[in-house]
C-alpha cells in the first residue's frame, strides 16, 4: 500500500507504520514518502492491512560495481563534498558527470509539472534557475481544498468600509484602484488551510498566550471574591448570597473554561476585485496577529493569479507559511493555495533546487522551471482526489509542460485501467508529456507495485535505490553497507497481470527543501517519492539537451532511452521485478538518444492472451498458480506500434516496418518464434511457456525483441515472464519448516506455498538467532485473487535477541502464497554477526457452506454446514451485529456545468457536476460513516472522474467530508444534509446517478451491538433451547449448526425496516494471540459478513380501539369543536410577509377572538404569531401588543385551578383522567409561555427606551419609568417561577436577563452556559450572541475573542465549495 509519508531521520531506524493519516486508512494514498526517527521502533509500526504473501526463491538486490559509477564503492569514506553531495544525490544516475560536462543542458528550456502536496515558492533553492528565470512558474491547487465563495458583493461606504461574510468591519486601502467600486467578500476558517503540523505549532504558541491572559482573568476574579469575603465575614443577607455567588460563578467559570479550551482557529476575510486589468484579493488575518493593528486588510500587499506576477505572501509572521491568491470564476471564487505536507516542496527540490552558494546541494536539474498542482486535499489530510488529478493534467497541457512528477500512489483494483489512466494516456500520446511516478513502498513483497506508477503503461514507475555514499552520508550509517541496492521496502512487480511494474530505478532519499512554516531549511525524507523526482530530474536533463540540439522530443524515445541504458541492480533476472531495467544513467541515455535520434517515435503495445481464450488480456506472462506451474500453455502475443496522434498517415505510419528479431532469455523454458516482420497495425505471434523443470520458487524470463537492423537499440520491446512456482504442502497435518536460512542487510527469502483447499487461515511462528545487536524484519504475504486488489499481510518483527515471535493472517485456499522475509536494509549494518531464521507455517481452516449470511427479518435461522478439510480444528462460532445500515434516495439532483478556467479538458470537453442532496436525521448522536457501494474505495481504477462529499447541520456547519474513503465521523443528535458532488464530462453517466442510493453505516455501541446465538435445531430460536456451543471437527465429516435471528426486543433505535444489521461470524479460534472469548469475530484471522434485514415494525393492535368509546360530547359538539380547530389551522398558516397579507391574519384573528373569546388555544396561536414577526417598524408597539396577547392567554386561564389540579396525582389507568391531565399541562405550559413572551417583552420595552435620548428634564421621569417597568418584571418572573424550572434551557433567557439587570453577570453566564450544554443540537445562535454581549459587558475581552472564533464555526455564513 502506498499512501502517506513513510519517513527516516536516523539511518537505521526507520518508522514503517500504515503511511497514513489515520490507523484505518492503511490503504489511502498519500504521499510515498519515508522520513527518519530517532529513536527505536515497535514491531508493531509498519501497520498497513490485513491480508497475506508467499516466496521460494532467495535473493539480494545489489548494484553492481562499475568503478567510480553510482557511489557503489567498498570501504566507503565520506569528506566534506562527498556528504554534502550525498545529501541531494546526482552521482548514482552520473546527473553530476553529465551537468560538469554540459553545464548548459542543466534543465533550461524544460518545464516539470509537480503533482503533488503543493510548493512553496519561498522555499530555498525553489526561486530561481541556474540561468536566472522565475522557477516557479505557476501555484495551483487543482483539488478546490482552499477556495472560497467570494460571490457575494459589497460597496464601500463613505469612510472606505466594507462588511466581511465573517460580519468584521474591514477597512479598504484607498490606493487600491477599483473601478466598479464592487469588492467581492468571503471567508475561511485559516487552520482549514494549514497542515496538521502547522496547526498544532499554532494551537500550542496561542494556548499559551491565551492562558496567561486567562490566568490574569482569574486572580481579577479571586481577588474581587477574596476582598468581598473579607468585607462581608458573615454572609446572611440575600441579595449578599446572590452576589457572592455571582463572583463565585466568574472564577468558576473562567477555570472551566481553561479546561476546556479547543482552538479553532481564527477566521480571515478575503476581499475580490477587478482593478481595471486584472483581478486582485487580499485577506485580513489580524486575528492570527499577535501585535495589535498587525495583519490588517489594508495592509495587504494584494496579489493576482501566480502565473501573471509571480507573487506570495504570508499570513503572519507566527505562521511563516507562504500563501498564493488565485481568482476564478469572474472573481465568484478565490483560491488560497498552501501546501498540505512537505511533501511536495521536497519533491520539487530533489528534481531542479537551485543553490549558487552551494551547488552540491542543487536539486537534479538546476535549470528546469516546475509547475506546482496541488493534488494532495487538506481537508483529507493531503489524499489525492479524482478532481485534482484532472485538474493538474489540465494544468499540466495548458502550461505546455514537458515532464509530470506525481509521487503518489495506492493499489489498484484493476492495472492499466481507469478515468485517470485514460486521461494520462491522452496527455502522452497526443501532447508528448512524459509521466514519471513513484512504484511505491509496499515491498519487499512480489506485486506491491501501486497505481498510477506501477500499473500504468504509459507512465515511467521509479524503484527506490540507495548507494553507499547515500548510507553513509544522508542515513548517518555508522558503516556503509559494500554495495548500492533496492530499499526493503521498494515495491516490487510485477502486476497482476504480468507487466514488470518497476520501470527504473533511481536514488530513494535526499535532504531537499521544504516549506518556510516548518521553521527549517532542508529535511530528510526517503521513499520512491523521492526517487522519482531524482528520476524525473534526470530526464528533465536529457529533454534540455534535445531541445538545446534541436531532436524531437517523444516520452517512447525517452522511454526506450532510459531502460535500454540501466546499469543493473544485482545479479540475477529476478532482480529484476525489484529493480525494473535498473539504475537510470543520463550519460548513456543521452548518448543513446543522439545515437537514435532518426528512429520513429513508438510506442510498442503488448496484448496477451491464453491461446483459445479472449478474456482476460495481459501485457506480461505471470503463472503464480500451481497447476499453470506444472504444464506447458501456450499465449497469443499481440505486439502493435504506437505512433502520436499527430503522428501522418502518409509519412510515418504508412512506411513504418521493421524486421524484428523475437530472443528469449531462457529458450527451454520460453519459446518464440525468431523473427517477425512489424507493421504499423500490428503482428501476433505465439509464445510456448514450459515451467514443469523448474524448481520450487521464483523465475523470471523476457522475450523481447531486437531490430536486426539497429541492434545497438536494444530491446524495442519486452514481455516479460514471471514463474513462482509453489511447493505443494502434502502432509496429512499441513505443516511446512523453512530451517537454517541465514540473512544480512537487505537479503530477502521468499517462499512460495500453495495453500491447501480447505485452509482459512495460516499460524507463523519465526525464530531468529545468532546476533547480538537489534535486527528488524519485515514479513510479508501476498495471494492474488481476480478482479481483487493483492491480498496483503504485513508485520514489522524487531528482535532485541535471539527469541521467536508468532504471526497468524487469513488464506484463501488452492492459491499460491508469497511469504517474504527481509531482513531491513540498514538492520545489523556493521555487524558480523548473521541471523539465523527458522520459520515453521501452520495451515488451519474451516470451511462453511455459507460464507456470507444474510438473515431475511424472519424467525427462521440459517442453517451452516462445517467442516475441517486439514486436521482437527475446535469450532466455536461467535457472531455480532455492530453496525447498522441505512439507505437513502436524494430528495434532490442538480446538474450543472463547471468553469472552463480550470475544468475544460486538454480534449477540449467540458467537465459537468451533479450535485446529490440527501437528508439525515439522527434522534441521538451517533457515529457514522457514509457508504456508496458503486464508487467506494477506488480512485485510480474508477471511471468516474471524482466524488466528494461534506454533511452539514441546519446551521451549515460541516462535521464532515470525504471522497472515495469515507471516514468515520461522529455526529449529535439532529437534522443533517450530506451533499455529493460527482464530475464527469459525458451527462448521461450522470443522468444515471440521480437517484443513486447512498448507506449511513451506524456503529452501534457496546451495549447495542447484538450478539447472535446458536443452535443444534432450527426450533432453537423460538423454543429457546438446544444451544450450540463449541464442538471438535474431524477431518473428512461434516457438522451443522443454526445461526438465529435477533430477538426484535434488542433491534437498535432508528432500525427503520428496510436498514441492515451488519456485522461479522466467524468459526475458529488460533492457536496464540487471540482470547477475545467469542465477542468480536473480526479480531479472529478469518471472520466474514453477516447482516440482517431489518423486517416491518410489529403492529399496535390497541392502535385505534377506544377512540371514541369514552367521548361523552354530542355529534354536534364535536362538529363545532372540528370546524373552530380548522379555522384557527388556516389561521396559522397564513402568511405575514407582504401588508396584504397582515391585514388579511388581522381581519380573521379579530374574527375569530370574537367567535371565540377566552379559548386560550386561539390566543396562543395569536401570541405566537405576533411572537414570530420580524417585519415591525415601531419596536415598542411591537412588544406592547406582544404583552397585550399574553395577558390574554393568562387571563383565560384560571390559575388557581390549575395550581389545585396539578397538585394531584391522576390514576394512569382513567383514559377521562388522562385526558383531563392532558389538557391542564397544556393549559400550563400555554400560560408559561405566555408569562415568558410578557417578560422578553417587557424588557425589549425597557432596553428600547433606555437606548433612546432621553431630554435632560425627563431623567426624573425616565427613571420612575424604569422602576414601574422593573416591579412589572420582577412580579411576571416571579409569576413565572411558580409554574416552571427558570433556568431551563426553554426559559432560561429571561433568567439570564433578570441577573444581568440585577448586574450578576458571572450568574447569568453560568446559567447561560448550563442552558447551552443542555440545549442539544444544532446550537442556537440567540444563546451564542447573549453570551457574547455578557463576556464584553464583563469584559473578558480574550473570551470575546474565543466565542467569536467559534461561532464562525458554528454559524459559518455559507457551505464551503466543494
Given amino acids: 500500500m502506498m499512501q502517506s509519508p513513510l519517513q527516516i531521520i536516523n539511518s537505521n531506524v526507520i518508522n514503517f507504520q500504515s503511511h497514513c493519516v489515520c490507523s484505518h486508512l492503511s490503504f489511502l494514498s498519500l504521499p510515498l514518502l519515508v522520513t527518519a526517527l530517532s529513536n527505536p521502533t515497535k514491531s508493531s509500526e509498519r501497520n498497513r492491512a490485513d491480508p497475506i504473501s508467499t516466496s521460494t526463491t532467495r535473493f539480494r538486490a545489489r548494484a553492481m560495481p562499475s568503478g567510480d559509477d553510482n557511489g557503489a564503492l567498498s570501504n566507503f569514506k565520506l569528506n566534506e563534498s562527498t556528504f554534502l553531495a550525498s545529501l541531494m544525490p546526482k552521482k548514482e544516475i552520473a546527473a553530476d558527470r553529465f551537468v560538469k560536462e554540459h553545464p548548459e543542458y542543466d534543465g533550461r528550456g524544460v518545464i516539470v509539472a509537480i503533482f503533488d502536496s503543493g510548493v512553496d515558492p519561498a522555499a530555498v533553492g525553489l526561486e530561481v534557475t541556474s540561468d536566472g528565470k522565475p522557477k516557479v512558474l505557476d501555484v495551483i491547487d487543482c483539488t478546490g481544498s482552499g477556495d472560497i465563495d467570494t460571490s457575494t458583493i459589497v460597496k464601500a461606504d463613505d469612510s472606505g468600509c466594507i462588511k466581511g461574510t465573517s460580519g468584521n468591519s474591514l477597512v479598504v486601502n484607498s490606493s487600491w484602484k477599483n473601478p466598479s467600486g464592487e469588492w467581492h467578500v468571503g471567508c475561511k476558517l485559516v487552520y482549514e488551510l494549514f497542515t496538521s503540523t502547522l496547526t498544532d505549532r499554532l494551537k500550542k504558541e496561542r494556548k499559551k498566550k491565551w492562558d496567561e491572559k486567562n490566568q490574569e482573568a482569574i486572580s481579577e476574579a479571586v481577588k474581587q471574591l477574596f476582598d468581598f469575603d473579607k468585607k462581608h465575614p458573615k454572609v446572611d443577607d440575600t441579595n449578599l448570597k446572590k452576589k457572592r455567588e455571582d463572583l463565585q460563578s466568574k472564577v468558576d467559570l473562567l477555570r472551566k473554561q481553561s479546561d476546556n479550551y479547543d482552538d479553532k482557529g481564527p477566521i480571515i476575510d478575503a476581499v475580490v476585485w477587478h482593478d481595471g486589468e486584472v483581478w486582485r484579493a487580499a485577506l485580513d488575518t489580524q486575528n492570527l496577529e499577535d501585535e495589535a493593528g498587525c495583519g490588517k486588510l489594508a495592509n495587504f500587499v494584494p496579489l493576482t493569479n501566480y502565473r501573471i506576477e509571480r507573487k506570495y505572501g504570508t499570513f503572519s509572521k507566527l505562521d511563516a507559511c507562504t500563501v498564493v491568491l488565485n481568482v476564478y470564476n469572474e472573481g465568484n471564487v478565490l483560491s488560497i493555495v498552501t501546501d498540505s505536507s512537505p511533501h511536495g516542496t521536497h519533491v520539487a527540490g530533489i528534481t531542479s533546487a537551485y543553490n549558487s552558494k552551494e551547488p552540491l546541494l542543487n536539486g537534479v536539474a538546476p535549470g528546469a522551471q516546475i509547475v506546482s498542482c496541488k493534488i494532495g486535499d487538506s481537508r483529507l489530510g493531503s489524499m489525492e482526489t479524482g478532481t485534482g488529478l484532472v485538474r493538474a493534467l489540465i494544468a499540466a497541457v495548458e502550461h505546455k509542460c514537458d515532464l509530470i512528477n506525481m509521487s503518489y500512489g495506492e493499489p489498484t483494483l484493476l492495472p492499466d485501467y481507469g478515468r485517470f489512466v485514460d486521461l494520462v494516456n491522452e496527455v502522452v500520446n497526443k501532447h508528448r508529456l512524459i509521466f514519471i511516478s513513484s512504484a511505491g513502498n509496499n515491498g519487499p513483497a512480489l506485486s506491491t507495485v501501486g497505481a498510477p506508477g506501477g500499473t500504468t503503461s504509459s507512465i515511467i514507475g521509479v524503484g527506490a535505490y540507495v548507494s553507499p555514499a547515500m548510507a553513509a552520508g544522508a542515513h548517518n550509517l555508522v558503516e556503509a553497507p559494500p554495495e548500492g541496492l533496492e530499499y526493503t521496502w521498494s515495491s516490487r512487480g510485477p502486476t497482476v497481470d504480468g507487466d514488470l511494474g518497476v520501470s527504473i530505478s533511481a536514488a530513494g532519499g535526499a535532504m531537499a527543501p521544504v516549506p518556510t512554516w516548518t521553521l527549517q531549511r532542508r529535511m530528510f525524507m526517503n521513499g520512491t517519492s523521492m526517487s522519482s523526482p531524482c528520476a524525473c530530474g534526470g530526464v528533465a536533463l536529457l529533454v534540455s539537451a534535445m531541445k538545446a540540439e534541436g531532436i524531437p522530443v517523444s516520452p517512447y524515445n525517452i522511454r526506450e532511452a532510459l531502460e535500454n541504458t540501466c546499469i543493473p541492480i544485482g545479479g540475477s533476472p529476478e532482480d529484476k521485478l525489484s529493480a525494473g531495467q535498473g539504475l537510470m544513467q543520463v550519460d548513456r541515455a543521452y548518448e543513446y538518444i543522439q545515437k537514435s535520434q532518426d528512429v520513429p517515435c513508438v510506442s510498442y503495445q503488448i496484448k496477451i492472451n491464453q491461446s483459445g481464450k479472449t478474456i482476460p488480456t495481459s501485457r506480461g506472462i505471470y503463472l503464480r498458480e500451481a497447476d499453470l506451474c506444472q504444464q506447458s500453455t501456450e499465449w497469443t502475443v499481440k505486439v502493435s506500434p504506437k505512433f502520436h496522434d499527430d503522428a501522418s498517415n502518409l509519412d510515418q505510419l504508412f512506411p513504418f516496418e521493421e524486421c524484428i528479431q523475437l530472443c528469449s532469455t531462457a529458450e527451454a523454458v520460453v519459446k518464440a518464434p525468431e523473427y517477425l516482420l512489424l507493421t504499423h497495425n500490428g503482428r501476433e505471434f505465439n509464445i510456448i511457456v514450459d515451467p514443469s523443470t523448474l524448481g520450487h520458487g521464483l523465475h523470471y524470463f523476457e522475450v523481447y525483441g531486437l531490430d536486426s537492423k539497429s541492434p545497438w537499440r536494444g530491446p524495442l520491446f519486452r514481455i516479460p515472464v514471471t514463474i513462482t512456482k509453489p511447493q505443494t504442502v502434502k502432509s496429512r497435518h499441513p505443516v511446512v519448516l523453512f530451517q537454517g536460512m541465514t540473512f544480512v542487510p537487505g537479503h530477502i527469502e521468499r517462499k512460495f506455498l500453495e495453500v491447501p483447499i480447505g485452509a482459512t487461515w495460516v499460524e507463523v511462528t519465526m525464530k531468529a538467532s545468532g546476533f547480538c545487536t537489534s535486527r528488524r524484519f519485515f514479513i510479508d504475504s501476498v495471494q492474488i485473487s481476480p478482479l481483487l486488489r493483492p491480498i496483503k499481510w504485513e508485520s514489522v518483527a524487531t528482535f532485541s535477541s535471539p527469541s521467536s515471535k508468532n504471526f497468524c493472517f487469513a488464506v484463501e485456499g488452492g492459491r499460491t502464497m508469497e511469504l517474504a522475509i527481509a531482513q531491513f536494509w540498514s538492520s545489523g549494518v556493521g555487524s558480523q554477526d548473521v541471523t539465523n531464521v527458522d520459520f515453521e507455517v501452520v495451515f488451519h481452516g474451516i470451511s462453511v457452506n455459507k460464507e456470507d449470511i444474510v438473515l431475511d427479518g424472519s424467525e427462521a435461522p440459517i442453517r451452516i454446514d462445517a467442516e475441517a478439510l486439514l486436521s482437527l480444528e475446535n469450532l466455536s462460532p461467535a457472531a455480532v451485529l455492530n453496525k447498522v445500515r441505512i439507505p437513502y434516495r436524494p430528495v434532490d439532483a442538480k446538474l450543472n456545468t463547471l468553469s472552463a478556467e480550470r475544468d475544460r479538458l486538454p480534449s477540449g470537453k467540458q467537465t459537468l457536476a451533479l450535485v446529490l442532496t440527501y437528508k439525515i436525521k439522527f434522534e441521538e448522536g451517533a457515529e457514522i460513516k457514509p457508504n456508496i457501494p458503486l464508487l467506494n474505495n477506488r480512485i485510480y481504477d474508477n471511471k468516474f472522474e471524482s466524488q466528494f462529499y461534506m454533511i452539514s447541520d441546519t446551521n451549515k456547519r460541516v462535521y464532515t467530508m470525504g471522497d472515495v474513503y469515507p471516514d468515520t465521523a461522529k455526529l449529535p443528535k439532529g437534522d443533517y444534509t450530506l451533499q455529493l458532488n460527482l464530475r464527469h464530462d459525458n451527462v448521461q453517466y450522470l443522468e444515471k446517478m440521480k437517484q443513486l442510493v447512498l448507506f449511513i453505516e451506524k456503529n452501534l455501541d457496546e451495549k447495542e451491538a447484538i450478539h447472535l446465538s ?274 431551563s434551557s426553554r426559559y432560561g433567557t429571561l433568567y439570564i436577563i433578570r441577573e444581568r439587570r440585577k448586574g450578576r453577570l458571572g450568574t447569568a453566564l453560568k446559567v447561560l452556559s448550563d442552558m447551552i450544554q443542555e440545549d442539544g443540537q444544532p446550537p442556537k445562535r440567540k444563546f451564542y450572541d447573549l453570551k457574547l454581549s455578557l463576556l464584553e459587558q464583563i469584559g473578558w475581552d480574550h473570551l470575546v475573542s474565543y466565542e467569536k472564533q467559534w461561532m464562525n464555526v458554528l454559524f459559518p455564513a455559507c457551505l464551503p465549495l466543494f
Fill in 1014 to 1287: 446458536f443452535y443444534s435445531q432450527p426450533d432453537g430460536p423460538v423454543m429457546g433451547n438446544s444451544n450450540f456451543s463449541s464442538s471438535v471437527l474431524i477431518p473428512g465429516t461434516k457438522e451443522a449448526f443454526y445461526v438465529g435471528p435477533p430477538a426484535k426486543e434488542k433491534l437498535p433505535k432508528g432500525a427503520s425496516a428496510g436498514s441492515v444489521l451488519v456485522g461479522s461470524i466467524s468459526y475458529g479460534k488460533v492457536s496464540f494471540g487471540v482470547n477475545n472469548d467469542g465477542k468480536n469475530p473480526e479480531k479472529n484471522p478469518v471472520s466474514y459478513s453477516i447482516s440482517y434485514i431489518v423486517p416491518p415494525a410489529q403492529v399496535n393492535e390497541d392502535k385505534g380501539q377506544g377512540s371514541s368509546s369514552g367521548c361523552s360530547k354530542s355529534v354536534s359538539e364535536r362538529l363545532e369543536e372540528e370546524v373552530r380547530d380548522a379555522k384557527i389551522r388556516v389561521l396559522s398558516n397564513l402568511k405575514q410577509t407582504t401588508d396584504e397579507e397582515r391585514s388579511e391574519w388581522k381581519k380573521l384573528s379579530t374574527k375569530l377572538k370574537s367567535e371565540y373569546p377566552n379559548y386560550t388555544p386561539l390566543l396562543a396561536k395569536l401570541l405566537d404569531a405576533l411572537v414570530s414577526q420580524n417585519n415591525f417598524q415601531d419596536k415598542i408597539h411591537h412588544y406592547e401588543e406582544i404583552i397585550a396577547a399574553a395577558n390574554e392567554v393568562i387571563e383565560s386561564i384560571d390559575a388557581e385551578e390549575l395550581s389545585r389540579y396539578l397538585s394531584l396525582k391522576s390514576d394512569p389507568e382513567d383514559e377521562g383522567a388522562e385526558k383531563t391531565k392532558k389538557k391542564m399541562e397544556t393549559n400550563r405550559d400555554q400560560l408559561a409561555e405566555a408569562l415568558y413572551q410578557k417578560g422578553l417583552a417587557l424588557a425589549e420595552i425597557e432596553s428600547a427606551k433606555q437606548g433612546g435620548k432621553v431630554v435632560e428634564t425627563e431623567d426624573a421621569k425616565a427613571a420612575t419609568d424604569s422602576s414601574s417597568k422593573l416591579d412589572l418584571f420582577e412580579e411576571n418572573f416571579k409569576e413565572l417561577q411558580k409554574w416552571v424550572d427558570v433556568k
